[in-house]
Structure formats: structure tokens, C-alpha cells
């Protein structure tokens, strides 16, 4: 049993504040992962979850302990480095049986760990070599491997992908998901990377200038985002935005055009949709294209809206041209909307 | 090339000729450095007969009779030992206290870092003839006059600031990752420092402890000034100057700088690191 639990925790670095007040529960044996733009403040929660930085104000909880006052070895974690930090005077071995060794385990049990677990991160076969012998991505295992040797009840992940090569990260994505699911524990994976968000989490917690803005599953993220800055953020590209003013009876005007929408009390409203919850029809959003781009799989249009910018995908048999007018309907069932004032979301 | 022949100079003749200057000011650096060593070797491996003749041999005898005269010359032995004495505190003393504050340089932010790093070297401004004579005072008062400790300790004050520089930019060159794993895998702050630091760092602690001692082997005033009966080598050379033999001086000038030259060869890469020049 591991849950976590952070308890109004605060981080001030001299006059600047990197987290404000943040309260999360992640429930035992979750992977969390910590999203957000460099500078949010995902990596300082973390490491004041390993005990590497100590909180300004507030309690970290580990299972039933409370953990903020002990030093990194006594909170039960392993920890997975942006840049691997594998030790480069010791073997792959003797690096992934560090943490066992320390903690005085006999030999036969260290070897039946290290072997485990390097078989599980498919580097059996390195055992011998050093750190410097070793590319990246086996680098890489060798950290996560280190860590899982452990046999943690939370393991803390740092943009652990974020050094590799496209290929490899995405390989190493599917890999991790899959190992880390089976070990059962708790996971808090840090990362600027909404893509590797969206495929690893059981849980996204959206943070924004040291507050988290929204911790939901990747779908919730995606389709009903808390605030303007969560659904600009994810999604790619992000969502379009629209201003509505009220035609009253709940209805609202965007573009020329009437939608249904909340019967707040508002005298205006941000109408937002995803590029690809727009459809051609013969109603709609009147737009001009200006940039068209093939992707392949489907054609990205940027169009104008009346001077503000505004995307759709569109299947990729259509023929568009920059100039041409289109006429977009969005599904009404994925229309959202934000108070332009709070940015927050209006039901 | 004449005057006249200037406009017609082209851009490889201009490449030669810098190739040439680049060539030449090495060879004369070179010559600077290993001219007076060359000789120094030679007069030391030559029979005191033919050191004190004249022309020179520009070959060495391979005769050992001005370095056993050296070695039998009255007090020799001693200032030799006082020398190796001295130099071995030194580097003891000045690793302990460099040390510890190099890591604290590069690992830990603290209000006036930037100065004191600065004032580490400013230690090194002081000129020693100044300081000499206070020195000489205190020390008396103490009883740390003419001891080893005494001038160990006088030493220790000129190569702290190198053990602090060389140790401070090696510690920055492990990252700080490491500790931060190894505190992750179940260190303390102590254990983490000795299981994954300290292996990465001797080689550099090595060549900084050999530094210090270089210092303190080739160290003549505060030798001269701050001993009497326990003189070092440099002391004791220095001293007898105007009353030994030629062959005596070559000789003792020899064993002085062959120590220094070994060991400042062998840490070469790690000096380098001292000025913040990546090494290897």
C-alpha cells in the first residue's frame, strides 16, 4: 500500500514562488504523470516528493507515514534521472545492485534481483560493461532497471525520455507502461511531453505556474479541460477559441452563427472546439483558408475567423485551397466553454 | 623577400611565412624551458673536476662523484628529510582543508560564494617577505619556530588556494545526479560522498595533493626565513650559496627540480582542469 499524498505543499526559492498550495492523492499502484511547459513546477513537486528539495510549507505522505522530514533513503522511493545517472565507475551489475548492496541484502539475493530485473529491461546481456560502453537508451534501462531493483513502493521518474531519439522513445514508452504496470507500484512521472502524457497515465495532473489546473484521466484532459490554459495545452494542435456573446434563451452568438450553450449570466463567453470536431457542411462557421497543410493522415487548414485564428482537420481527400471559404460545423456535443475572465470552464 | 616584392607576395607565402614564426616561437619557448635543464642534468651526471672546467661537454660523463659528494656533504641528509617532511604535511593539510571547501564551492549556494572564491586567491597577493617578520614573532612566541609543523603550516597557506580551485572544479565536474541517486538508493549524504564521489574524484585528489606538495618542496623564503637548525633543501642549498662548490649547487639544484618536473608531468591533465580547460 502506497498511496501519496501531498498536503498543501508550498515552495518558495528566495522571493520566488515555484509551487503554490498544491494538494494531490495518488492512489496506490497509479501512474501519475506531472504535465506541463518547463518552469511550471512538475520537476521541484517531484523532488520534494523524493525528499531532494524540502517544502516551503505543507506534508508529503508516503502509505501511512508522513515523510517530509525524512531524508531520501527512508521514504521508500526510487527515483529515475533526466540524464540516467548511472554511476560510471561501477558495471551495469553492480549499478542496478547498488540500492541492494546498501541495504546489506546477501549476495545470492542481489544476483537474483539484478538478473530479474536486467531480463526485464532486456539488458541481461550488459551486465559486465560500463556506463561509458553503453548508448543511451541502454543507459536508460540501466536507470529504470536500477530503480525497479529496488522493488520500491513508489518509483519517481524525471523526464526520463526526454535525452532519447524519437524512435527510441516511443519504443521505450511502450516498454515502460508495460513493465511499470506490472510491477505495481506507484509511479509520479514528470514530463513536458503531452503525447507521452496521454499514452502512459493513468492520471494527468496539468500544471501551470507552480498551481495544478486540472488532474484528471487523459480523456477527461482532453475532452472537458478545467480551464482556457488546459485545453490550449493539449491537443495537437490545441483547441480554437471563439468569442460568444449571449442571444439569450441560453443560446449564444459565435462567428454570425446561434449555438446552444450555458444560461449563465454572462455577458460574454470563450466558445472553444477541437480542430478535428469541425465538419464541412452547408451551416456553419463561415472560414477562409490560408495555410494548407497535407500531413498524410488528414489535412491541417489554418483559417481566419473574423481576424482571429482558427484550425480544422479535415479528411485528406479534400481539396482545399489557400482563399477558399468554408463553411465548418461543429459536433455540438464537443463545443466547450470558458469565462474569457477566470479562464475557467463553463458548464 | 624585398619591398618591392611585397604586392606580389601571395596568400601561401604569407601561410609560410607564419608557419615559420609559429615553428620558430616554439622551438625558442622549448629551448627556454629545456636548455637550463639540459645543462643542469649534464653538470649533475659530470665529475666535479670537469664541472668546475672550462669549455663545457655537451654530453654528460655518467660520473656519480658530484652526486655523491652531494649526498655526503654534512647536513644534506637531514634538510633533505626536513624537505620531504614538510612537503608530506603540506599536502596532508592542504587536501584536508581544500578539500572540503571545494565541495562546498561547487555543490552549495551560500551568501558571498563569488567573493570568497575570489578572496581564496586573494591569499596568494600577500607578498611573503611582508608577512615574514610577524610571522618570525608569532612563531617564536608559539614555539612553532624552526619546526616542521611551523613551516608546514606556512605552506599549507600558500596551496590551500590551488587544493580549493583544483578540487572545486573537479567536484563540479561530477554531477550532482549521482549523489542525488545514490541518496535515492539508500545513502547518506557520508556513504553517498565515499561509494560514488570519492572514486571519481581521487585520480584528481591525487594530482591536487601532489600540487601541494611541489609547492612546499620548491619553497625558499619562508623556509629560509622560519627555520634555523631544521632547515629544508631549498633552505639549506640557499644558505650554503656562497661557500659550497660549484658541483654541490648543480647537483643539489638537480635532485630539487627532478621531483617537481616528475610529478608536475604526470598530473599535467589535472592542472588544466584548474583553469577550467576541459582535460582529455
Keep these: 500500500m502506497a498511496e501519496i499524498r501531498i498536503k498543501n505543499v508550498a515552495k518558495t526559492f528566495g522571493s520566488y ?17 506531472l504535465l506541463g511547459a518547463s518552469g511550471c513546477g512538475k520537476t521541484t513537486l517531484l523532488r520534494i516528493v523524493a525528499g531532494l528539495e524540502t517544502a516551503s510549507q505543507g506534508e508529503v505522505w508516503i502509505g501511512n507515514r508522513r515523510v ?49 530485473t536486467a531480463g526485464l529491461m ?82 494527468i495532473a496539468v500544471m501551470h505556474e507552480g498551481r495544478i489546473v486540472q488532474a484528471a484521466t487523459p480523456i477527461e484532459v482532453y475532452r472537458n479541460p478545467a480551464a482556457r490554459f488546459v485545453a490550449g495545452f493539449i491537443g495537437n494542435p490545441p483547441m480554437n477559441f471563439l468569442p460568444a456573446a449571449p442571444a439569450g434563451g441560453g443560446n449564444w452568438t459565435v462567428a454570425g452563427q446561434s449555438f446552444a450553450g450555458p444560461s449563465a449570466d ?22 477562409t483558408a490560408k495555410v494548407v497543410e497535407p500531413l498524410g493522415a488528414h489535412l491541417l487548414v489554418t483559417c481566419d475567423v473574423d481576424g482571429a485564428q482558427f484550425r480544422a482537420v479535415l479528411d485528406s481527400d479534400m481539396v482545399v485551397r489557400p482563399g477558399d471559404r468554408l463553411t465548418l460545423a461543429p459536433l455540438p456535443d464537443r463545443i466547450r466553454w470558458f469565462d474569457p475572465e477566470t479562464t475557467e470552464a463553463v458548464a | 623577400m624585398t619591398a618591392t616584392a611585397t604586392n606580389a607576395a601571395t596568400a601561401p607565402d604569407a601561410r609560410k611565412a607564419g ?6 616561437s616554439i622551438v625558442l619557448l622549448c629551448a627556454w624551458v629545456l636548455v637550463p635543464i639540459y645543462f643542469l642534468l649534464i653538470n649533475t651526471l659530470s665529475s666535479p673536476e670537469s664541472v668546475n672546467s672550462f669549455p663545457k661537454s655537451a654530453w654528460p660523463e655518467f660520473d ?27 599536502m596532508a593539510l592542504s587536501i584536508g582543508i581544500g578539500a572540503p571547501a571545494g565541495y562546498a564551492l561547487s555543490r552549495f549556494d551560500f551568501p558571498g560564494k563569488a567573493a570568497f572564491r575570489l578572496l581564496v586567491l586573494m591569499t596568494r597577493a600577500f607578498p611573503l617577505p611582508l608577512l615574514a617578520l610577524p610571522l618570525a614573532v608569532l612563531f617564536i612566541r608559539t614555539g612553532l619556530d624552526d619546526t616542521v609543523l611551523g613551516l608546514a603550516l606556512v605552506h599549507t597557506t600558500l596551496a590551500v588556494p590551488f587544493a580549493v580551485l583544483i578540487t572545486f572544479s573537479l567536484f563540479s565536474g561530477i554531477p550532482v545526479e549521482l549523489e542525488e541517486a545514490a541518496w535515492t538508493l539508500g545513502c547518506t549524504r557520508f556513504t553517498a560522498f565515499t561509494k560514488v564521489v570519492l572514486p571519481l574524484i581521487l585520480p584528481g585528489i591525487v594530482a591536487s595533493a601532489i600540487f601541494a606538495f611541489v609547492i612546499s618542496w620548491n619553497e625558499v623564503f619562508a623556509a629560509a626565513v622560519l627555520t634555523i637548525e631544521n632547515r629544508t633543501l631549498t ?3 640557499l644558505q650554503n650559496l656562497d661557500t659550497s662548490p660549484i658541483h654541490l649547487k648543480f647537483a643539489g639544484g638537480f635532485i630539487l627540480v627532478m621531483p617537481a618536473l616528475i610529478f608536475i608531468f604526470a598530473v599535467r591533465k589535472y592542472l588544466f582542469a584548474m583553469w577550467g580547460i576541459a582535460n582529455r
Design chain 1, 122 to 203: 532486456h539488458i541481461d546481456h550488459l551486465l559486465k560493461r560500463y556506463s561509458g560502453e553503453l548508448s543511451g537508451g541502454q543507459r536508460q534501462r540501466v536507470a529504470v532497471a536500477r530503480a525497479l531493483a529496488m522493488e520500491p513502493d513508489v518509483i519517481l521518474m524525471d523526464e526520463p525520455l526526454s535525452n532519447l531519439d524519437a524512435l527510441l522513445r516511443l519504443e521505450m514508452r511502450a516498454e515502460l507502461k508495460g513493465v511499470l504496470a506490472e510491477s505495481r507500484t506507484t509511479a509520479i512521472y514528470v514530463t513536458h511531453d503531452q503525447v507521452e502524457a496521454m499514452s502512459l497515465a493513468d492520471r
Design chain 1, 266 to 287: 454572462r455577458r460574454k463567453l470563450d466558445f472553444a472546439i477541437r480542430p478535428e470536431d469541425l465538419r464541412p457542411a452547408d451551416r456553419g462557421i463561415t472560414a
Design chain 2, 64 to 90: 656519480l662523484g658530484s652526486l655523491t659528494f652531494f649526498a655526503n656533504f654534512q647536513g644534506i641528509l637531514q634538510a633533505m628529510k626536513n624537505s620531504v617532511l614538510v612537503a608530506a604535511l603540506t
Design chain 2, 235 to 237: 633552505a639549506f642549498l
Design chain 1, 68 to 116: 517530509d522530514g525524512l531524508p531520501p533513503r527512508e521514504r521508500g522511493i526510487a527515483m529515475v534521472f533526466q540524464n540516467y545517472a548511472v554511476f560510471p565507475h561501477l558495471t551495469v551489475f553492480e549499478n542496478i545492485g547498488f540500492g541492494l548492496r546498501m541495504q546489506k541484502e546477501p549476495q545470492a539475493e542481489v544476483k537474483r534481483r539484478v538478473e530479474r
Design chain 2, 19 to 24: 608557419r615559420f614564426v609559429f615553428g620558430a
Design chain 1, 17 to 33: 514562488q515555484a509551487l503554490q498550495s498544491i494538494d494531490l492523492t495518488i492512489a496506490d499502484q497509479e501512474f501519475m504523470v
